[in-house]
């Protein structure tokens, strides 16, 4: 098709993209350049501007690693993530449900641990955490034999992949639970941690006068045949970041309640204030699939900084 004017362009594309034998490509393709071409159209996008946001696209590639995911990172802070999820789950966005963001930190392989075990795995510094989890169906019938991913940032705002300091896989493990669909370990509790602010994610909050802190979680990624995927973060209630999150995650069935406690603890080895957390998953029924694992590798070297932006009044 010869462009005569610029309204000729988003059907030109379209009768284009009406070729791809997939439909379901051709559904979300065509959905994307129509929507593309009519917010051009809105802002009256300049060339300039064209460019800015295609250096944005480039610098997304370069800034990802074996270590870091910045496209994952900039899809949270945008809301997308946290959307598509709650779009997907809960009875297709009807109703609560326990999965949220998978995050760009999640690594496969984790160490197996058996059920009461320890993911601490290198001299950690924070209060003790006992964790006891139960996964079920639907009906409330309990799963078991379902493997469990753990992960956490340590208490110094860092996931292991981030830091050199920390042994390989610490603050991660893999479980089973058993005939009661339970799990439980032990841990340290998690704190909120800034988001990496050195390339375009960091930009885009600096121009919204955002803050870059993510609330304290626990990460849960739940599989079994049958059962569709589960991912979860469990948030910690007395957090300051909650309702400011930078990644829109938190919803008000994944604020956990995790309980102080200054009095004797299951472990001799325990002295001054622990905590513990409960919380029972419900796993809808559907295809068991793991997700592509974010990050591979872990971080050599020194320790980053982790800078904290302000968010504006």
């Known amino acids: 098709m010869i462009i005569e004017r610029q309204e000729d362009v988003t059907p030109a594309v379209l009768s ?35 460019r800015t946001a295609t250096g944005y696209v480039v610098q997304l590639g370069k800034q990802t690693t074996d270590t870091h995911n910045e496209a994952v990172l900039i899809a949270g802070s945008l809301g997308l993530s946290s959307l598509v999820c709650l779009l997907n789950n809960g ?43 139960w996964f079920k169906d639907r009906a409330g019938k309990p799963i078991a034999g379902a493997e469990v991913d753990i992960w ?17 896989m610490n603050l991660r493990g893999k479980f089973f639970t058993d005939a009661d669909g339970h799990i439980a370990f ?38 079994k045949d049958g059962f569709k995927t589960l991912i979860s973060q469990i948030y910690v209630n007395d957090d300051p970041y909650l309702d400011s999150d930078v990644q829109f995650g938190v919803t008000r069935h994944l604020i956990g309640n995790y309980v102080r406690h200054d009095g004797p603890a299951p472990a001799a080895d325990v002295t001054g204030s622990w905590y513990t957390l409960e919380h029972a998953f419900i796993m809808e029924a559907g295809e068991s699939k793991l997700p592509r694992a974010p990050i591979r590798g872990k971080a050599s070297g020194e320790r980053p900084a982790l800078p904290m932006l302000a968010r504006r009044p």
């Open 91 to 133: 009875d297709n966005g009807q109703t609560e449900t326990d999965a949220s963001l998978l995050g760009p930190f999640w690594r496969m392989q984790s160490p197996r641990t058996e059920n009461g075990g320890s993911i601490v795995r290198s001299p950690t510094p924070g209060p003790v955490l006992f964790v006891k989890a």
């Open 186 to 223: 032990r841990s340290v509790k998690p704190a909120g941690y800034p988001i990496p602010i050195d390339g375009p994610v960091g930009e885009l909050l600096r121009a919204q006068g955002r803050h870059n802190m993510r609330p304290a979680h626990l990460h849960f990624l739940a599989s």
């Open 152 to 168: 956490q940032s340590s208490p110094e705002g860092f996931y292991e992949n981030q830091d050199p300091a920390q042994a390989d």
């Open 16 to 50: 284009e993209l009406s070729r791809a034998p997939d439909a379901r490509f051709r559904e979300i393709m065509s959905a994307f350049v129509r929507h593309m071409h009519e917010f051009a159209r809105e802002v009256r996008l300049t060339e300039d501007e064209l």
